[in-house]
């Protein structure tokens, strides 16, 4: 989001990388919560340019109720992410980051070391390894880019929520 070139927006939110002063807005980042069912926005964080979303994202958990099933884009497949949400007994529905490598249909992930933007005493209440399931689909539109989506899912349970379930949830 961009605003208007004032001095106290600049005090607060600066340029975005690369902007010469007096040559562009002050910008800020923005991560909304979305009610899928109604479209309503529920609620957003916002902060500098510079934040990653997962602390924004982080920001909105508490805005979520257990047996909710968060769905996101592959920005938000972080090791903390997905554990802090298990937490609170929210399932997640998320496409796995490219650099994370995905084998077989369901894995375990040990805790990765603390990233600085966690408090040792959260950090330290997550569980030590958390379980995932994989789930692939084609894509099979002409002109699409990308020709197979991999998921990560927390519905562990494929009786209950078939692949073609999940698939058919992120495709929406």
Same mark, same amino acid.
């Given at each position: 989001v961009s605003m208007p070139d004032t001095a106290e927006n600049r005090a607060e939110w600066p340029y975005a990388g690369g902007q010469k002063a007096g040559c562009g807005f002050p910008t800020g980042k +923005?991560?909304?919560?979305?009610?899928? %069912?109604?479209?309503? +926005?529920? =609620?957003?964080?916002l902060d500098s340019w510079k934040t990653h !979303?997962?602390? +924004?994202?982080?920001?909105?958990? #508490?805005?979520?109720?257990p047996k909710e099933i968060v769905l996101t884009d592959r920005g938000f497949c972080g090791w903390g992410f997905i554990a802090?949400?298990?937490? /609170? @007994?929210?399932?997640?529905?998320m496409r796995a980051h490219q650099a994370r490598s995905?084998? #077989?249909?369901?894995? &375990?992930? %040990?805790?990765? #070391? =603390? @990233? $600085?933007?966690? &408090?040792k005493s959260l950090?330290? !209440?997550?569980?030590? $390894?958390?379980?995932?399931?994989?789930?692939?689909?084609?894509? %099979?539109? =002409? #002109?699409?880019?990308?020709? !197979?989506?991999? +998921?990560?899912? &927390?519905?562990?349970? @494929? /009786? %209950?929520?078939p692949d073609e379930a999940i698939a058919e949830l992120y495709r929406r």
């Open positions: +923005l991560v909304g919560l979305f009610c899928l %069912a109604t479209g309503r +926005l529920v =609620r957003f964080a !979303e997962i602390p +924004l994202a982080r920001q909105l958990i #508490g805005w979520m109720e802090s949400l298990l937490r /609170k @007994d929210v399932d997640v529905v995905v084998k #077989g249909r369901q894995m &375990t992930w %040990a805790k990765p #070391g =603390r @990233d $600085e933007s966690w &408090t950090w330290a !209440e997550l569980p030590e $390894e958390i379980t995932v399931r994989i789930v692939r689909f084609k894509v %099979a539109v =002409r #002109g699409f880019r990308t020709q !197979e989506i991999v +998921l990560i899912t &927390t519905l562990l349970d @494929d /009786k %209950a929520y």
